[in-house]
């Protein structure tokens, strides 16, 4: 399969998530709670594509397929995109769009505080993502988008701090996100400058 056809695929595939729960909603299929289905079912798909674009450069490496990091901006826009739609619905929903309420949750409950930080984060890497950014940041666009690593351990803890009870869901994402930033610190450890 020509690597436009994996692109096409990639995009399709990741945006699918979003088509069933935008179908589920219209059709009264998301069950008892529709929006709790909404929040958890975005948050998790923003988490699941904040990891896989985290694995690309590591699959890059380990492969030698460099056309795979043609397809890392578009995951780590998914990653923003579901992102976007998790505290969308929560602020529409939870807090009727009031910055009052927002305010108030985030200054009083933790795992609001970790998640808003998360997107926060995210928001400077979708706007930087474009090559015109990358050639006008230089070097300090490699440093502006290592803050994925600090979402990555936003994300989960805030999943941890809002499940509170059987941990067995976010042992996945834990397990996944400690292997790539572990990968990471042992290449970091063995480059030269640090073996000197």
């Known amino acids: ?31 008892a709670n529709p929006v709790e ?7 998790k798909w923003a988490f699941i594509c904040l990891l896989l674009s985290l694995a690309i450069t590591p699959a890059r ?7 795979l990091m ?23 929903f939870d807090q009727s769009l009031s910055v009052a309420y927002l305010w108030e949750d985030i200054s009083d409950r ?3 505080t970790l998640g808003f930080l998360g997107w926060l984060f995210l928001l400077p890497l979708a706007i930087t993502s474009t ?11 490699l440093t502006l988008h290592k803050l994925a690593y600090a979402v990555g351990l936003l994300a989960l803890f805030h999943y941890i701090w809002l499940i509170r009870a059987d941990y067995r869901e976010v042992v996945p994402y834990a397990l996944a ?3 790539l930033l572990g990968y990471r610190l042992f290449r970091w450890l063995k480059t030269p ?4």
């Open 193 to 196: 400058q640090r073996a000197a």
């Open 37 to 43: 289905t909404l929040t958890h079912q975005t948050g």
């Open 177 to 179: 996100l400690c292997a």
């Open 1 to 31: 399969m020509p690597f436009t056809s994996w692109r096409f695929a990639t995009f399709f595939l990741l945006l699918s998530p979003c088509v069933w729960l935008v179908y589920g909603f219209f059709s009264n299929n998301l069950g």
């Open 70 to 92: 043609l397809l890392r901006r578009m995951v780590g826009l998914y990653a923003f995109f579901y992102a976007t739609l998790h505290f969308l619905v929560y602020w529409v």
């Open 131 to 141: 090559q015109n950014w990358r050639k006008r940041l230089g070097k300090r666009w």
């Open 61 to 67: 490496q380990l492969t030698g397929v460099k056309k």
């Open 110 to 112: 933790p795992y609001i």
